[in-house]
């Protein structure tokens, strides 16, 4: 079983940066392919981004091509979404999640394992 921690979401203005961090326990978090999701009010969970066990494949969202950027530390046993020029339409409880192949998916039903979410708000 595999259990994710999130952290790092909070208030920011608009064209401001935040780094979200997911800390991973139990698995082999090294096999794992991850993604990060976010979840606005009243709308479904959507994709973001994705990396492979390596971190040598990433994936983005078309939202989010340019201006987030998804790493990982195999040593740390944690993923990193980092976030630039935020908009107010970015604002959404984020996820990460895992699944137990070693490349990312855009698709949540391929996902095995999430986190609990951390908040991130965008004032305009």
């Known amino acids: 079983q595999v259990h994710l921690v999130e952290s790092g979401g909070g208030l920011v203005q608009a064209g401001g940066s935040l780094r979200l961090s997911c800390a991973a326990s139990g698995g082999t978090f090294s096999r794992y392919g991850l993604g990060w999701f976010r979840q606005a009010p009243g709308k479904e969970r959507e994709f973001v981004a994705a990396?492979?066990?390596?971190?040598?494949?990433?994936y983005y969202a078309d939202s989010a091509k340019g201006r987030f950027t998804i790493s990982r530390d195999n040593a740390k046993n944690s993923v990193y979404l980092q976030m630039s020029s935020l908009k107010p339409e970015d604002a959404a409880v984020y996820y990460c999640a895992a699944r137990t192949h070693y490349d990312g998916s855009y698709y949540r039903t391929d996902y095995d394992y999430w986190g609990q979410g951390t908040q991130v708000t965008v004032s305009s």
């Open positions: 990396i492979s066990w390596s971190g040598g494949s990433t």
